[in-house]
Each structure stands twice: as C-alpha cells, then as structure tokens.
C-alpha cells in the first residue's frame, strides 16, 4: 500500500526549540511539499522540493527550513518555534507526470506553548 | 493573482439529501488545473478529480458530479443522495500552468451529514 508517512501524529514543544518534522514516502516520487492548515485559512504552502537536495519556498516559508537529502524524505525544521506556529502540518507527495495529484500524509498537529 | 474561494465555511445536511459544494477561482493564465480533495476525519487528503482548462465538460462519477463553467470561474462539486461517510472537509485547488505541483487551495467547506 503506497504511502506517505509523517512521523508524529501529535506533537508539543516549547516556544524556542528547534523542532524537525519527518515526512518518508514510499512511492518514489520526486515532488515533495510542506503544507500547514490552519481553520479559515485552509493549506497554505511551506515548502516544496522537485528532487533530492533541491528546494524552493512557497507561499509562507518565514521561520522555516527543509531537508531533502535522500527522495524519500522530506524533513520540515521550525529553527526556533513560536506560538504561531502552532498548527496541523501535512506533507505531500507527487510524481513529476501527474499534474497536482499528490498523495497527502495523515498530519502532525504540533503544539508550540 | 491566483486565488480559490469556498464560501460555504460549514454545510450540514441529513442524509439522501443532494448537496453542492461551491468553488471560485481567480487566475490570469488560460492553462490551469483545477482540483477537489476531500479530507476526512481521518486527516488524509484523498484526490477526487483533476480538471484541466480545456475541457469544460461536466464529470461524474457515481454520487459525486462536477460542474466547471469557465464563464463564472466555477468549480462546483455536488453529492447525490448524500452518506454519512461523505462527511469530511473538501477543499478545492488551483494549479497554474508552469508551477509544478503547486496547488492553491481554498479555506474548505466541512459538509456533515447526519443520518
């Protein structure tokens, strides 16, 4: 069963820490995104990446970076997190072929207090 | 600027009842995508349908149907005889042509549907 997989369901930290989201997909595609959904807002985009080290910022990527060091993996790094952040974050996968179809991850609900 | 816009914050319907989901959309480019996902509680979004800007025809597939009218920038997605497995939240998304995967999503609509 093909999938994406986020490493947390549910995650608290303090406002300051450095926080890593881990996102693995199966699939071997070569897009990857960073969304985080917040209520009215709907997904707003991060991050994404089009191949293995490469990146480029999308719509809201102030205090944020990524990784993409190996295809499968795609890591989201709040370098010092903020309450504002606090937020349901989800990752995606595409294939370079199939236009906007992309495979989403069940979500990480990250908590900042 | 490109935009997507669900009005509808909250639908709530009981079931067998017929629901429509509105969706508009704002772009300059004449090649563009547009999506519907459906997210529910799970938290998964799951693909229902890509439409490209060229083909206006209406789709269907099973209870779910498609309208897309390229005259009033609309997207709109009905249920037919709604399920309580429809309830979920469903988001329409906007790609441009030369973005690569990138989608614009609009706010969601929560549909419930209560037996």
């Known amino acids: 069963d093909v999938k994406v997989t986020q490493s947390s369901r549910y995650l608290v930290k303090r406002t300051g820490e450095k926080v890593f989201l881990e996102c693995v997909q199966d699939?071997?595609?070569?897009?990857m995104f960073w969304y985080r959904q917040d209520p009215g807002l709907g997904l707003r985009l991060i991050y994404f990446s089009y191949d293995v080290k490469m990146k480029e910022k999308g719509d809201i990527p102030e205090g944020y970076s990524v990784s993409r060091e190996k295809k499968e993996r795609f890591s989201l790094i709040l370098e010092s997190a903020s309450t504002n952040q606090t937020s349901m974050y989800l990752c995606?996968?595409?294939?370079?072929?199939?236009?906007?179809?992309?495979?989403f991850g069940d979500g990480t609900r990250l908590s900042i207090l | 600027a490109q935009k997507v816009t669900q009005a509808q914050t909250e639908i709530s319907v009981v079931e067998k009842e017929d629901v429509t989901l509105d969706c508009v959309y704002e772009t300059r480019d004449t090649t563009y995508y547009l999506f519907w996902y459906k997210q529910p509680p799970s938290g998964e979004l799951v693909f229902l349908i890509r439409r490209n800007s060229f083909d206006e025809q209406n789709e269907i597939s099973g209870r779910y149907s498609w309208n897309f009218q390229k005259s009033t920038s609309s997207f709109n997605f009905t249920i037919t005889a709604s399920q309580v497995v429809d309830s979920a939240v469903y988001f329409c998304a906007l790609r441009w042509d030369n973005q690569g995967g990138k989608l614009i999503f609009g706010q969601g609509t929560e549909l419930s549907v209560k037996p």
């Open positions: 699939m071997d595609h070569e897009n």
């Open positions: 995606a996968s595409s294939a370079r072929g199939r236009v906007g179809i992309a495979n």
